[in-house]
């Protein structure tokens, strides 16, 4: 008998017909013998209808009932699939992100877990139910208010109860087979892989790919749990995420490249004719963690004449450039600069692989691609096992296409299907 946490995404609940058809895969889950905790997203596209809603109301929400507001969405279907497993003759309690002890701060939004004390799963799961738990909230330890992890935060909420409860797996169910070597919505010949690392999936996490949401990946690696990644609408084996192609039944030999990843939401500022002179850069970045902005790639440019200037450009989410740009705004006398451009139309591209380091030539193979496909690069970054390039947007799909393409990890016949969704 194991202790089997299972995730579903909001494609694999988006209406009731989907919410039985999920109730069946659970209880058969635990007919075949396991203990079965379950973690639920908000029906299909629910949480964006309800930002939409509040976006109807006020441009600047407070932050508070923003979190409430949100964490409806996965309390309907926790009751409803807890509802439709009673239909089928087992029993289920759902619970709220609080009365499964996720416990975090209170950063609203965006808060971090800090403590699992999920005494009352382990209660219910001693009684014989299936535990149900409500993704992508928690609550404040000092207030008691409630707050959300962030979108998406379902996958860190069940990788969180799997390392809180030492479950044997959490099942990841999507609306694709697993993790592909690519988005299959843009390039349709991307393969599933097999097994991938905790890194390499926390680099592909953090370059775009959503089908694991980067803070489980980060969650998972920390704390050793093995994640299967698998669709709510097929039985096929998906992919398996674990600490290296050692582990599991049958250790398989690292590939080079694990897969192509892209990300349209990102946006890019410059800051043009800074003083050459130390502490600007720094001054620049303060002011912007300040504002509680998340910085990515970032590059200066020496000033190319004697004119002892210098332009600085990162990128962060579009959807915190306003912030950004006012808070640069608010130090253009201190710091002196020029001007702050700002560009949401760009793309960024990676290629993660943990075999790259080992491997020559793979940047040229890289750059080489993208000549031919007559992409011009605007930023370059790197890591070990991470090559990243900002491009323009509407490059971007034809971008990945190409680089899919130059590393051999095109697959013969189209093997993807993509069983729901919008990818809104
Ligand atoms: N419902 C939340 C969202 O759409 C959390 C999740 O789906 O993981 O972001
Ligand atoms: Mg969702």
């Not at 009731?16 to 075949?32: C, D, F, M, N, P």
């Not at 997203?41 to 006020?58: F, H, K, N, P, R």
């Not at 009365?99 to 005494?119: F, N, R």
């Not at 093995?226 to 097929?234: A, E, I, K, Q, Y």
Request: one cysteine or more; glycine letters at 10%; hydrophobic letters at 45%.
């Amino acid at each position: 008998m194991a202790l089997v946490v299972q995730k579903y995404g909001g494609s694999s609940v988006a209406d009731t017909e989907s919410v039985k058809r999920v109730a069946h895969r659970i209880v058969g889950t635990q007919r075949a013998g396991d203990d079965v905790v379950v973690v639920v997203s908000a029906m299909g596209d629910t949480t964006d209808e309800l930002v939409d809603m509040a976006g109807e109301i006020t441009d600047s929400p407070p932050q508070r009932e923003m979190d409430i507001l949100l964490t409806a969405g996965e309390r309907i279907s926790m009751s409803l699939l807890a509802m439709a497993i009673h239909e089928l003759g087992a029993s289920a309690m759902s619970f709220t992100g609080q009365q499964a002890g996720l416990i975090t701060d209170d950063v609203y939004g965006h808060a971090k877990i800090l403590a699992v004390a999920p005494e009352r799963i382990k209660a219910a799961l001693r009684d014989g139910h299936i535990a149900i738990i409500a993704g992508f909230q928690g609550v404040h330890v000092a207030t008691n208010d409630v707050t959300t992890l962030g979108r998406g935060g379902s996958d860190t909420t069940a990788v969180a109860l799997a390392a809180g409860l030492e479950a044997d797996v959490c099942e990841i169910y999507t609306d694709v087979d697993g993790v592909f070597t690519a988005d299959p919505r843009i390039a349709p010949r991307a393969r599933k892989i097999g097994r991938i690392t905790y890194e390499e999936m926390l680099e592909l996490a953090a370059s775009g790919a959503k089908v694991v949401a980067e803070r489980a990946a980060e969650y998972a690696r920390r704390y050793h749990v093995p994640l299967h990644v698998r669709s709510s609408f097929s039985c096929e084996e998906g992919t398996w995420i674990l600490g290296s192609y050692d582990e599991g039944d049958a250790p398989v030999e690292a590939p080079i490249i694990s897969g192509v990843a892209h990300d349209n939401s990102q946006a890019k500022i410059t800051v043009v004719g800074v003083p050459d002179v130390p502490g600007m850069a720094a001054r620049i970045f303060e002011v912007v963690a300040d504002a509680g902005v998340n910085l990515d790639m970032i590059v200066q440019n020496v000033s190319a004449d004697a004119s002892g200037l210098t332009d600085i450009s990162f990128t962060l989410p579009a959807d915190q450039g306003d912030t950004a740009m006012s808070a640069i705004y608010a130090v253009q006398g201190e710091i002196g600069y020029g001007r702050r451009l700002y560009n949401d139309q760009i793309g960024k591209l990676s290629l993660v692989g943990a075999g790259m380091k080992t491997s020559p030539g793979v940047s040229a193979r890289f750059f080489g691609a993208l000549r031919d496909a007559g992409i011009n690069i605007e930023m370059i970054s790197t890591s070990e096992i991470r090559i990243s390039v900002v491009t323009r947007q509407d490059q971007l799909a034809t971008g990945v296409e190409a680089i899919h393409t130059a590393f051999g990890l095109d697959a013969k016949q189209i093997e993807a299907v993509v069983y729901a969704g919008t990818g809104r």
